[in-house]
């Protein structure tokens, strides 16, 4: 997979990496006043135990100065630690996914065609990922690590920034669609960045669901294509609760995320020019 820049693929340049599929800059695009996300400041991806010794090497060209690591404990023993360049070491910044990762291993791995129709079929799937959105919001630990994330990029980690959970869509979606908009963006762009991983992931979740049928543990493995995507309905169901409970996007910020008006110019003097 590519770092790349935001925006369509067709503008994707630079460092190859083979152990990861959804990593990327969030650079280019335009804030309402015509200024651009700069390169090389803030990075976001998915699960980082896979990379290779050459992956290693090309993120340790990226001159981070933090790792943040979304995955609850659960997914970080199943998987593994992130692989990264010495002396960097990830943080631990747990943001709950409702069980849904632990769930899907059981459902998967049961294997009863029955049992996965009933949890994932009838537009479940989709509710599912509605439910955690929602708690992105809602729960108090959730906002405190977006938050602390938030601070960290305004200033108070003084170098680049990486910060990724296990698919790179939900937890990572959403704080990246939260940061562009703080910084100026408009819905659409930020939107753009944010369905841009369903084109990331595409071919990596489509092997997926190839696997389970070939091992015989699905009969219909397309029940698992509405929580492999992101939607712009799984979107709007956190940005529906930000104005439920704090009148919009702006007050989520300033009310539940309690950041400052100073940590907010901070992220812009940071990362637009």
């Not at 459902?107 to 799937?125: A, C």
């Not at 992105?136 to 920034?161: H, I, K, M, Y």
Request: with cysteine; hydrophobic share 40%; aromatic share 6%.
């Amino acid at each position: 997979m590519l770092i790349r820049a935001c925006g369509p693929p067709r503008r994707a340049a630079a460092a190859p990496l083979e152990g990861a599929v959804n990593v990327r800059d969030l650079v280019g695009y335009r804030t309402y006043d015509g200024e651009r996300v700069r390169y090389g400041r803030v990075c976001r991806a998915d699960e980082l135990g896979k990379l290779t010794e050459a992956d290693v090497r090309t993120v340790a060209g990226l001159d981070l100065a933090r790792v943040v690591d979304f995955r609850v404990p659960f997914e970080v023993g199943y998987n593994g630690p992130d692989r990264l360049p010495p002396g960097l070491t990830p943080v631990a910044r747990p943001v709950s996914d409702l069980g849904l990762f632990a769930q899907l291993l059981s459902v998967i791995g049961s294997p009863d065609p029955v049992r996965q129709e009933e949890v994932l079929g009838g537009g479940r799937g989709g509710e599912l990922m509605r439910a955690i959105y929602r708690a992105l919001v809602t729960d108090q630990d959730n906002r405190a690590r977006f938050a602390e994330t938030l601070r960290d990029l305004s200033g108070e980690v003084p170098g680049p920034l990486l910060y990724h959970c296990t698919s790179g869509k939900d937890r990572t979606g959403w704080t990246s669609y939260v940061l562009l908009r703080a910084l100026g963006l408009p819905d659409a762009s930020a939107r753009q960045d944010f369905l841009l991983s369903n084109a990331f992931r595409a071919d990596a979740d489509r092997r997926t669901r190839d696997a389970v049928r070939d091992r015989g543990l699905m009969e219909n493995p397309d029940l698992l294509i509405p929580v492999q995507e992101v939607r712009s309905s799984y979107l709007d169901a956190a940005l529906d609760q930000a104005e439920r409970d704090y009148g919009g996007l702006v007050g989520y910020l300033r009310d539940d995320l309690s950041l400052s008006t100073w940590t907010l110019l901070g992220l812009r003097f940071r990362l637009v020019s």
